[in-house]
């Protein structure tokens, strides 16, 4: 009998190990400028959105806060929220397509909502439907050219992407995709505050939160199609959003009359 309850004691332990092991991310090559960018079709194509933001590269500036986080810490931070953020998406997308699967696969232009316009309507119900499939419709347009000092040019039917800002830069995580934040560093609606920063992983938590009760009320069957869902959506994440931005535009007003 002891033999019997030792094994009823350990045995979930080793269960729990094993899901926990099961559940590890996979790796994906960033070896190469090219494996990078393979790989980051190769992420949306696994289900594993929320791996995006690993192949993004935002330089922080050497300065630590008021509270000792550094600049680093803050931007890791806002990548993980993203993460989640994406995460959560994508599982709202797999419930869309499993509910409303004629809609989805039928024309995009026809899925539409009337929050904020026509125009938007269309971009969003696209989004929700398949909110990756730009990376896949632009595969064969994008080239990622190695430089062999550390860079790689990323072009577009053979012109630089955005003229050149965004290209790709080798790091010790492997070949990222370096996001041109040296310009906008110097505007006034960069985060210059530990608790800036904090506002901004506080946006995207309120959009994961946002698409979190979307998903419950596609599980509670309230929407008569991907349009209606769509509606609905776009209330969410669109007041979610406003009011985000509403405090972070306080925080930086209130900052600016203290200098």
Not at 96 to 111: A, S, T, W
């Amino acid at each position: 009998m002891t033999i019997i309850r030792s094994i009823q004691a350990i045995l979930p332990v080793l269960v729990s190990l094993s899901l926990l092991s099961g559940c590890a991310d996979p790796d994906y090559d960033t070896s190469t400028p090219q494996a990078a960018m393979d790989s980051m079709q190769a992420m949306v194509e696994d289900g594993r959105p929320d791996l995006l933001p690993t192949l993004l590269y935002l330089e922080p500036r050497d300065i630590r806060f008021d509270d000792g986080v550094t600049e680093e810490s803050a931007i890791e931070e806002v990548r993980g929220k993203l993460s989640d953020m994406l995460a959560q998406l994508w599982r709202v997308t797999l419930k869309l397509r499993d509910e409303f699967p004629d809609d989805v696969d039928g024309e995009f232009e026809e899925v539409r909502i009337r929050f904020g316009g026509d125009g938007f309507g269309d971009w969003f119900g696209r989004i929700l439907a398949d909110p990756f499939g730009v990376l896949r419709e632009q595969k064969e347009r994008v080239v990622v050219e190695d430089m062999y000092d550390g860079t790689a040019a990323v072009l577009v039917d053979d012109e630089p992407l955005f003229g050149g800002l965004v290209s790709m830069i080798e790091t010790g995580d492997g070949w990222q995709i370096a996001i041109p934040v040296q310009y906008a560093q110097t505007s006034e609606y960069w985060p210059q505050t530990r608790y800036e920063w904090s506002v901004i992983a506080s946006m995207l938590l309120a959009v994961e939160n946002s698409l979190t009760d979307f998903e419950r009320e596609i599980d509670r069957g309230g929407f008569r199609n991907l349009a209606h869902a769509s509606e609905r959506a776009g209330r969410l994440l669109g007041e979610s959003v406003v009011v985000q931005s509403v405090i972070y535009a306080m925080m930086k007003r209130d900052d600016d009359s203290e200098e």
